[in-house]
């Protein structure tokens, strides 16, 4: 079930930071450690290595919890999307942000006709990818 979730332009601004911190610095932190432990060898038995990919779990599950802001759909047509949407885009202005991605489903045609309204560019290089639990446990490393 969908909570809702309000902000100030203070408490917006504050998720926006945090999620950027969290994107540019500790996700690519992560990474490294993540290398740096691979690096030592026999990974069954690499507690650096297992902790490391534990810390990206759970930080890639809060980036995603962070990136999950979406209008209920009982209060869709009020235009609150577009206003979020708009704080979003001045935000990231005054932030000095270059760029801004977010996914829309192929299939959500209001959606996409929302985002044309401010010329956003829809990617045809970039495909979403999903590994389920299935197909996750099937790949024997």
Known sequence: MSQ???FTQEGLDKLLKELHQLKSVERPSISRQIAEARDKGDLSENA???AAKEAQGLLELKISKMEDIVVNE???RYGIGGKLFEEVVKT????GVRKIDWQVLHWNEPAIQFYKKYNTVFSKEWANCTLYEKELNSIKL
């Open 4 to 6: 809702a979730s309000y």
């Open 48 to 50: 650096e290595y297992h």
């Open 74 to 76: 009982k209060y869709r």
């Open 92 to 95: 990231a202005k005054n932030m």
